[in-house]
């Protein structure tokens, strides 16, 4: 009789894997976190010394430049500099997630991916949006704080589609959206720790717990 019930038990965890797997996206690949991490912290790198020249182009919480600089230089420099790290870290995201669902003999493109998909991109458009019409209005001290955020909030709606890191790591970028938000001359730094460092931690942690 007991050997019956643990049969029926490891049916039943057997079971809940199998519903488990087909309704997440399990090709996430740990290492495209840690190529966007690293193309944020080069993007902040280009930001700082190239476009700010190591901190020797002042500029207050608006990003308006002082001295002999263009303002509306420095904001299309952090602009395109800002786009290239989100097209860069993209491109890497779905690299390796690629090769990963290749390696298991599974598709990319299911109904678990598109989920993830569609959850995670309506806060980040509206987020974008939002970014849009700060800009629009000349009131650019809180983006920083708003695509740190609003990532956050996109990562916590499409975690349940995948793995339990992502949620958490939405959480932290959240949290760190807020402290970008209160301490607004240091949005730079919030943005190199949400978008770049925690990209590689998360990335390392989940590379080495469900890839090797």
Not at 60 to 87: C, H, K, M, P, W
Not at 96 to 113: E, H, I
Not at 146 to 163: Q, R
């Amino acid at each position: 009789m007991k050997t019956k019930n643990v049969d029926l038990k490891e049916d039943l965890l057997a079971i809940r894997n199998m519903m488990e797997r087909s309704s997440k996206f399990l090709s996430l690949s740990g290492l495209s976190g840690v190529i966007a991490g690293i193309f944020a912290l080069a993007g902040t790198a280009v930001a700082y010394f190239l476009i700010l020249d190591s901190g020797r182009v002042p500029y207050d919480e608006y990003l308006q430049a002082a001295g002999n600089t263009s303002t509306n230089t420095v904001r299309f420099l952090l602009g395109i500099d800002a786009l290239a790290v989100l097209i860069a870290a993209s491109l890497g995201a779905f690299y390796f997630s690629f090769q990963k669902s290749r390696k298991a003999g599974q598709p990319l493109w299911t109904n678990s991916f598109r989920s993830l998909l569609g959850h995670l991109l309506i806060p980040l458009v509206s987020g974008g949006l939002f970014v849009g019409v700060l800009v629009a209005r000349n009131d650019l001290q809180l983006v920083a704080s708003v695509t740190l955020i609003f990532y956050g909030l996109s990562l916590v709606n499409a975690g349940k589609f995948t793995f339990g890191e992502i949620h958490y790591l939405g959480l932290t970028e959240i949290f760190l959206g807020i402290l970008a938000g209160i301490f607004v001359r240091h949005g730079l730094l919030f943005w190199a720790l949400g978008f770049g460092v925690m990209h590689i931690v998360y990335g390392i942690v989940m590379y080495y717990r469900h890839e090797r």
